[in-house]
């Protein structure tokens, strides 16, 4: 059984989008199948194979835009996956992008994107962690 405070502490590990294979495996590590995380106010919907946990609002409300885009919320995706945006700034651009929530999938290794009106706007595979040398 996962707890809000396990799933924070993996969060406060998380600097860039260049973390998050790494994040998306000590999510799974703690038994957590698939996450929704909003946009809107950054709570999070967390599924595992015997329970779900809702987190709180994480910021201050966003206007998520009324229609999606692809090539904003492809440009968002690359500029944070390659570290050059930090965790806020990525969920505003995923708000003007027209991003309602994004879904990630810890054992198909997938993250989809959605709009308002439940669309899909980009599927992502998530690669396996980068081995970092000690």
């Known amino acids: 059984m996962f707890t809000l405070d396990q799933i924070k502490a993996v969060h406060a590990q998380v600097k860039s989008g260049a973390d998050f294979p790494q994040y998306v495996q000590h999510m799974k590590q703690l038994g957590i199948v698939a996450y929704d995380l909003y946009v ?34 492809a440009q968002a995706l690359t500029q944070h996956q390659q570290g050059h945006t930090d965790y806020p700034t990525f969920c505003r651009q995923a708000a003007a992008a027209g991003v309602e929530k994004w879904t990630t999938r810890t054992v198909e290794l997938s993250c989809t994107y959605y709009d308002r009106q439940g669309q899909i706007l980009v599927v992502e595979a998530i690669p396996l962690p980068t081995p970092t040398a000690h």
């Open 40 to 73: 809107a106010d950054g709570h999070a919907r967390y599924v595992g194979f015997e329970q779900v946990l809702e987190s709180e609002p994480a910021y201050p409300p966003l206007a998520v835009a009324a229609t999606g885009s692809q090539p904003a919320l």
